[in-house]
């Protein structure tokens, strides 16, 4: 997607929209230019306050079904994540339905740390496991967080058992290779039965849990000062309300989760986690959906081809192995 498409805004306007939620001018601003959605600039107010501002791209944008109203999502994510112990981007202001933007924007306290994917100098063996096992902790709390639903509310994609919103995201998900033809590797009709018929598996699971699902190197800021620590999670604008389990898979992608990962050692620190055959089909399906996802919003996104390919072809090839050995019927005990 060309950042073109982004919602652009004047340097007066900046001003104007700090003034209206913070109470102070802007002094200096520069775009962050990562994202793929979401305009986002780091402003400097002319108070020394230090902020990021999220803006919602405009609503001719294209998007994915389950992207509806992700500022939203965030803005209730970074409140509960903080009341629950984990370390984020401290929430000063969000509107929603801006009567001047038209829009939703967040406005974040700025970290002075350093994304984990951006650490230029070799972490030790030693570090790198701490820092994933500190990052467990965090992953444990965060999925401690409890809801009443199941699914993506804010996109309206829900379900009244995790089974049934499971299905329905992938549903959705599958829905929109409808808008933009995605290469798969099966029809998606027949994705979505070899899902169904693994999905028995999900009963197990009858408490909504948040679920951040976006936990990758560059979603986690570090504070290099002094022995390597997580500063925050960033970036909560993707998650969900259902199994703690599937929050394994990002950190995890492309591989299985083993029973030696300092990630879930940190995690077991917090609260019991047991990978009995039903989790495990269980993470098959977290599997399939992430994979789907790297695949499926290439369509709206349009990521040049050279930086894609490689992620492209590592996701087909995922999804065809996990398709492949999940069960026909449902798994459950230990």
Not at 227 to 242: L, N, S
Not at 257 to 275: F, Q
Request: net charge negative; glycine share 8%.
């Amino acid at each position: 997607m060309d950042s073109r498409t982004k919602r652009r805004l004047s340097p007066g306007e900046l001003d104007g929209l700090a003034r209206r939620a913070l109470g102070a001018g802007v002094r200096s601003s520069a775009e962050l230019t990562d994202g793929f959605a979401n305009a986002v600039w780091r402003l400097t107010l002319d108070d020394g306050r230090e902020v990021v501002l999220k803006l919602s791209p405009p609503p001719e944008l294209e998007q994915l079904t389950y992207e509806r109203h992700l500022l939203r999502m965030e803005a209730q994510v970074c409140e509960l994540a903080a009341a629950a112990g984990v370390p984020v981007a401290a929430l000063l202001a969000a509107g929603f339905d801006d009567p001047v933007l038209g829009g939703d924007y967040l406005v974040l306290g700025a970290l002075d740390g350093v994304s984990w994917n951006a650490v230029t100098t070799a972490l030790t063996s030693g570090g790198e496991e701490a820092l994933r096992r500190e990052l467990g902790r965090h992953l444990a709390r965060f999925n401690a967080v409890t809801g009443d639903v199941f699914g993506y509310p804010h996109a309206g994609i829900t379900g009244a058992t995790w089974r049934e919103a499971y299905l329905a995201m992938t549903g959705a998900l599958l829905a929109d290779v409808e808008r933009y033809p995605t290469p798969l590797p099966l029809p998606p009709a027949e994705i979505a039965a070899r899902l169904a018929a693994a999905a028995p598996a999900l009963d197990e699971v009858t408490t909504p849990h948040l679920v951040h699902f976006d936990v990758w190197a560059g979603n986690v800021f570090l504070d290099l000062t002094g022995p390597p620590r997580i500063q925050a999670i960033i970036d909560h604008e993707r998650a969900f309300w259902g199994d703690p389990l599937a929050d394994f898979v990002t950190p995890t992608i492309f591989a299985e989760l083993r029973e030696d990962d300092p990630l879930l050692a940190g995690y077991r620190e917090v609260t019991p986690l047991e990978l009995t055959p039903a989790a495990r089909v269980r993470l098959d399906l977290y599997r399939a959906y992430l994979y789907l996802i790297l695949l499926v919003e290439n369509g709206p996104r349009q990521y040049p081809e050279a930086e894609y390919a490689r992620l492209r072809d590592a996701a087909t090839t995922a999804l065809t192995e996990v398709l492949g050995r999940l069960p026909a019927g449902s798994v459950t005990g230990s």
